[in-house]
């Protein structure tokens, strides 16, 4: 487990930069973790990782935005996801498939059907409105990691 303080949002960009580096595919980074947190931010610092040059937003609407690079990114928005057929309909599945990495806001919501290798990352507020505390948690291969 690792536990890092960030002081803004391109701190927060910054942090998942480094992070993105040490992923092999196929992984899912799943979010938990309230509104405004950072994790969209934290998906624009993987992309920039991934070698990925893009606009990274939200996917609230489309529940899942792909960034296709060297290695692709997939980010997806569970917020409305309740059932196991809301979530194949999503093609959660079939994206971790193709070997990507997976980008996973609300997990909350899916928690009993994310992958073994999971990397959980939660977000909490610090001492102020811009500071955060993110804990990363891995499994497998990514149980002792540190960024």
């Not at 480094?18 to 947190?37: D, I, W």
């Not at 792909?66 to 959660?92: A, I, N, P, Q």
């Not at 977000?123 to 811009?130: H, I, L, Q, S």
Request: a negative charge; glycine letters at 10%; proline letters at 2%.
């Amino acid at each position: 487990m690792q536990r890092v303080i960030t002081n803004g949002v391109s701190e927060t960009e910054a942090f998942a930069q480094r992070f993105a580096k040490k992923l092999s595919t196929p992984v899912v980074v799943a979010f938990f973790g309230g509104l405004g947190m950072g994790k969209t931010a934290f998906t624009r610092g993987l992309a920039k990782g991934l070698g990925i040059d893009c606009d990274v937003t939200s996917p609230t609407f489309a529940l899942v935005n792909e960034y296709r690079g060297k290695t692709c990114l997939y980010h997806f928005d569970m917020y409305r996801v309740e059932t196991w057929d809301d979530l194949y309909s999503t093609g959660f599945f079939d994206y971790y498939h193709e070997g990507a990495v997976i980008a996973c806001e609300w997990s909350e919501n899916i928690e009993n059907a994310l992958p073994e290798n999971t990397i959980r990352v939660s977000f909490e507020r610090g001492e102020n409105d811009n500071q955060r505390i993110i804990t990363l948690e891995g499994h497998g291969e990514y149980e002792n990691f540190v960024c």
